[in-house]
């Protein structure tokens, strides 16, 4: 399994989901170059169709074959995925996408903020953002544990690739890939996580050929072991991939 963890994402959100997962797979976890972790030389763009570029790079490079792996992804790495399917060379089994983003919704006053501010001041409007976050994007009621995650991403995160990131995402649209994504797709969905629109969610399960919904209603939930026995039942409905047949040659003696 090859798994792209959403934007900014820390890796100890994903503790329960990766800790499931190794039990039944190989699981190589991909941290997308928006991320501090990455190594970026000279300029670089952070839209989803680069990291999407970077996705099909690394399924060549891995050593997996077409139909013998999975590609789970959430929220950006999750549209990344989308992104990148067209252009997959070697195509997954199936998808499991949590909460996969259509649009990057951006306000107009954050844009202008973004544009002009200096990332070497982030320290400063990191609490303004944490407040916007909690007052208007989040359900900190019904999922508490979301906020939290969030605030520690945002503090991990590296200011001068987030301003980046942030203005390369912003007019991104993903409706566009959808038809051309057919393999089996699970959509996890989450109906009290506002920030990733569920019924957005349920559009883009409608809109790719072979999909369905699955809502979990909570974030914490989809950061879960839930989610793992989601796709296991998934996954197990799947039909039994193809095997090819191998090619035997005849080779006549000739006569003498």
Known sequence: MIFVAGWISLIKGWKEVLRELTRDFTVYYIETREKISSRVNGKAGYGVEDIGSDLVCLVDRLTVQSDRYILMGSSLGATAILESYRSLTKKP???????????????????????LFYPGLYALICPAVKWYLRTFRLNVHADRAQYEKYSDALDAADPWKLKKAVMSVWSYEVWSVLKSVDCPTLIVNASKDKLHEPEILKQIAATLPNAMDLDLETNARTHSKEVVEAFRSFFARLPAPVVPTPKISHHSSPER
């Open 93 to 115: 089994r199936c998808l499991v996408l949590v909460g996969p983003n259509a649009v990057f919704r951006v306000p107009s006053v954050w844009k202008a903020v973004v544009t």
